[in-house]
C-alpha cells in the first residue's frame, strides 16, 4: 500500500532532550516536506527536500533540523526540544514538484513538558 | 504574499442536505489545488485535487470547482451523510512559495443524522 508512515504518532518529552521523529514514504517521490499544525496558527511548513542532499528552509525552521539522506526517508530532528514546539507533526510526499498530488503521514502529537 | 480564506469557519447541517465550502486565494499564479479532509487529531485525506489549468473535478458526491481568475474554488458535497462530519481544508501550491501547500483555516462540518 502506498503511504507516507510517521514514528512516533504520539510523544512526551522533556525540555532539552533530543529527540526525531521519522518519516518514510514508499511511493518512490522526490519531493518531502513537514509540517506542523497549531490552534489558531493552521498548518505550516518546517522544511522541504526536492532530493536527496537537498533541503530547505520552510515558514518556520527554527528549532528544527533535517536530514535526505535516502529518497524514502525525511527525519525530523528537535536537538533542543522547547514548550512552543508542542504541536500536531506531519510529514508530507509528492512525485515531484508543482503539479503533483501532496500526500500526508498520519501525525505526531509531540509533547514538551 | 498567498493568502487562503475559508468560509465558512464551521457549518452544521441535517443528513441529506447538499452543501457548498468556500475557499479563497490572494495570488491567482497557483499550479494547483488541494482539498482535503481532516477527522479530529488525524491526519489530512486528500480529496480532490485541481490543476491550474482544470475548472472543475469530481470523486463520487464531492465535486470542487476552481476559479483561478477570480480566486475561488468550492468543495460541493451531495447528499451529505453523518460520516462526512470533518474539517475540511483547501491548501494552493506555487513553486514560489517552497513548493508547499498554503492552507486554509479549513470549515468544520457537521453533519446531524
Known amino acids: 500500500e502506498a503511504q507516507v508512515t510517521q514514528n512516533p504518532r504520539y510523544l512526551i518529552t522533556v525540555t532539552g532532550k533530543k529527540l526525531t521523529v521519522t518519516c518514510s514514504q514508499n511511493m518512490n517521490h522526490e519531493y518531502m516536506s513537514w509540517y506542523r499544525q497549531d490552534p489558531g496558527l493552521g498548518l505550516r511548513q518546517i522544511y522541504y527536500?526536492?532530493?536527496?542532499?537537498?533541503?530547505d528552509k520552510g515558514d518556520v525552521p527554527e528549532g528544527y533540523k533535517v536530514s535526505r539522506k535516502e529518497k524514502r526517508n525525511f527525519p525530523l530532528i528537535l536537538e533542543s526540544p522547547s514548550p512552543n514546539q508542542t504541536s500536531l507533526y506531519f510529514c508530507?510526499?509528492?512525485?515531484?514538484?508543482?503539479?503533483?498530488?501532496?500526500?500526508f503521514g498520519p501525525g505526531t502529537r509531540l509533547t514538551v513538558l | 504574499k498567498q493568502e487562503v480564506t475559508q468560509i465558512p469557519a464551521a457549518l452544521s447541517v441535517p443528513e441529506g442536505e447538499n452543501l457548498v465550502l468556500n475557499c479563497s486565494f490572494t495570488?491567482?499564479?497557483?499550479?494547483?489545488l488541494q482539498w482535503f479532509r481532516q477527522d479530529p487529531g488525524k491526519g489530512l485525506t486528500s480529496l480532490l485535487l485541481i490543476q491550474s489549468s482544470q475548472r472543475e473535478q469530481t470523486s463520487g458526491r464531492l465535486n470542487a470547482s476552481l476559479d483561478k481568475s477570480s480566486g475561488r474554488s468550492t468543495l460541493y458535497i451531495a447528499a451529505s451523510q453523518p460520516g462526512d462530519s470533518a474539517t475540511y481544508l483547501c491548501?494552493?501550491?506555487?513553486?514560489?512559495?517552497?513548493?508547499?501547500?498554503?492552507f486554509g483555516a479549513g470549515t468544520i462540518l457537521r453533519v446531524k443524522s
Open positions: 508530507a510526499s509528492s512525485l515531484g514538484l508543482a503539479v503533483d498530488e501532496q500526500f
Open positions: 495570488d491567482s499564479a497557483i499550479y494547483n
Open positions: 527536500s526536492m532530493n536527496v542532499e537537498v533541503t
Open positions: 491548501a494552493v501550491r506555487r513553486l514560489e512559495y517552497g513548493n508547499k501547500l498554503v
